[in-house]
Nanobody, 121 residues
């Protein structure tokens, strides 16, 4: 089992640049791909970003490409995401996820509880 706990969410002004973090605990010896997804009311769960264990492979959703940057620190079992130029439409619950395979689809094996990011205009 892998436990994921997101942090860094909250209320941010449009154009802001918060950082989300997601440390993993439990069985973290495997080389997991880590991903970020988000869900806003009335919308489908949306892929945001993913990063391979080595960090050599990353992928971003079209709506955040060029604004968000995913990274990881395997020594700390932590994946992070720098969010830049936030827009009100970025408002959502952001979820951290882990899987043994690199994926951009919402079929990850492990999920965090989510952290609310609210962008005010």
């Amino acid at each position: 089992q892998v436990q994921l706990v997101e942090s860094g969410g909250g209320l941010v002004q449009a154009g802001g640049s918060p950082i989300l973090s997601c440390p993993a605990s439990g069985r973290t010896n495997s080389r997991y791909t880590m991903g970020w997804f988000r869900h806003a009311p009335g919308k489908e769960r949306e892929f945001v970003a993913a990063i391979s264990w080595s960090g050599g492979l990353t992928s971003y959703g079209d709506s955040v490409k060029g604004r968000f940057t995913i990274s990881r620190d395997n020594a700390k079992n932590t994946v992070s995401m720098q969010m830049n130029s936030l827009k009100p439409e970025d408002t959502a619950v952001y979820y951290c996820a882990a899987d043994l395979q690199f994926k951009t689809t919402p079929f990850y094996d492990y999920w965090g509880q989510g952290t609310q990011v609210t962008v005010s205009s």
